[in-house]
C-alpha cells in the first residue's frame, strides 16, 4: 500500500512561483505513475499533471504547459510539481494521487488508486 502526503502549499501573490511536494511511503515507488489533482469549492476534481514511474513520460493540462512542470526523484520518493506564474485562478487544494501501475494514467480520477490529504495553495495579493 502506497500512501502519499503533499506538502509546499501556501499563501502567495500573484506572479510568484511555489514547488509542491508529494511524498511516497509503502510500496516501491517508481512502482507507480503519480498525478496531481486540484479542487476548489463547488467544483470537482480538474487533472494538472502526471509522471509516469520511470519519470521518462508527463502529462500536464494544456492550459498549464507554460507554467507547471512535474519531476520525481525515485531515490528520495518525491514527485514535484513546480508552478511558476501563479494566478487566483490557480488557487485550490491540490492533491497528489498514485496510478495503477507505472504507466501514465489518463487524467481521469478513476484511474488513480490511492489519495493524499492534499495542501491548500492560495494566491491572493
Known amino acids: 500500500q502506497v500512501q502519499l502526503v503533499e506538502s509546499g502549499g501556501g499563501l502567495v501573490q500573484p506572479g510568484d512561483s511555489l514547488r509542491l511536494s508529494c511524498t511516497t511511503s509503502?510500496?516501491?515507488?517508481?512502482?507507480?505513475?503519480i498525478g496531481w489533482f486540484r479542487q476548489t469549492p463547488g467544483k470537482g476534481r480538474e487533472f494538472v499533471a502526471a509522471?509516469?514511474?520511470?519519470?521518462?513520460?508527463?502529462r500536464i493540462l494544456e492550459s498549464l504547459k507554460d507554467r507547471f512542470t512535474i519531476s520525481r526523484n525515485n531515490a528520495k520518493g518525491t514527485v514535484d510539481l513546480q508552478m511558476i506564474r501563479l494566478k487566483p485562478d490557480d488557487t485550490a487544494v491540490y492533491s497528489c494521487?498514485?496510478?495503477?501501475?507505472?504507466?501514465?494514467?489518463?487524467?481521469?480520477?478513476?484511474?488513480?488508486?490511492?489519495w493524499g490529504r492534499g495542501t491548500q495553495v492560495t494566491v491572493s495579493s
Open positions: 494521487a498514485s496510478g495503477r501501475s507505472s504507466v501514465l494514467p489518463t487524467p481521469l480520477p478513476t484511474d488513480y488508486q490511492t
Open positions: 509503502g510500496r516501491a515507488f517508481n512502482d507507480r505513475a
Open positions: 509522471i509516469d514511474g520511470s519519470g521518462r513520460s508527463t
